[in-house]
């Protein structure tokens, strides 16, 4: 089965400072992992993805993540906060099952 | 850009009721699932639909839950008597593929039951 673990419930950033929002994923055969964000009172957004080929995947709004298989991560970062940035980001694994999410992390900006 | 829509957006109601709480997929796509995310925890899987039938379901999913896609659009979830616990923002998903395909979702309905 697959697990993914969130370190940080909330995290708080000044704008402009680096986002680094940390995911691991435990899953015993190669994982497909995303991050998908939620804004207050909307659904869950995909940000990025990551299936096969390049460990370093580009999403929307400037985010990136990539995947390290020796750690089994998929950090999620940001070069430069910004404000609309602050929701609940939520990394998630599956391996030919249903979608598992870890409990997210908020993100607070603060100007 | 196609997207996910759910109503009622909130939904009240008392212990014991049903409820039925709906959604329209994105139209080609082919895999369905409800998500559930109780108030301060993670977001739950609850079932999946394909083929006009339970692919896969939780624990969670017991008998007073059901799904059903009626008239080849929409996707409901009902609950047979609700429970207190059953309060919780219900997700619905939708797949162009297998588990593998990225999931989009509708907005959500927030569920209360009292």
């Known amino acids: 089965a697959q697990s993914v673990t969130q370190l940080g419930s909330h995290v708080s950033v000044s704008e402009g400072a680096l986002v680094l929002l940390r995911c691991n994923y435990s899953s015993s055969v190669p994982p497909y992992l995303f991050w998908y964000v939620q804004y207050p009172n909307q659904g869950l957004q995909l940000l990025l993805k990551?299936?096969?080929?390049?460990?370093l995947v580009k999403g929307i709004n400037g985010f990136e993540a990539e995947f390290k298989k020796s750690e089994t991560s998929f950090h999620l970062t940001k070069p430069s906060a910004h404000m609309s940035d602050a929701a609940e980001y939520f990394c998630a694994v599956t391996a030919g099952t249903p979608l598992v999410f870890g409990k997210g992390t908020r993100l607070s900006v603060i100007a | 850009e196609p997207e996910v829509t759910q109503t009622p957006s909130h939904q009240v109601t008392q212990m014991g009721q049903e409820v039925i709480l709906r959604c329209v997929p994105i139209s080609n796509h082919l895999y369905f699932y409800w998500y559930r995310q109780i108030l301060g925890q993670k977001v739950e899987f609850l079932v999946s639909?394909?083929?006009?039938?339970?692919?896969?379901k939780s624990e969670i999913f017991d008998d007073q839950f059901s799904v059903e896609r009626p008239d080849g659009s929409n996707f409901t979830l009902k609950i047979r008597s609700t429970k207190l616990e059953d309060s919780a923002m219900y997700f619905c998903?939708?797949?162009?593929?297998?588990?593998?395909?990225?999931?989009?979702f509708g907005n959500g309905t927030r569920l209360t039951v009292t």
């Open positions: 990551y299936t096969t080929g390049a460990t």
């Open positions: 639909f394909y083929n006009n039938e339970i692919s896969e």
């Open positions: 998903a939708s797949g162009l593929s297998s588990y593998n395909s990225p999931l989009h």
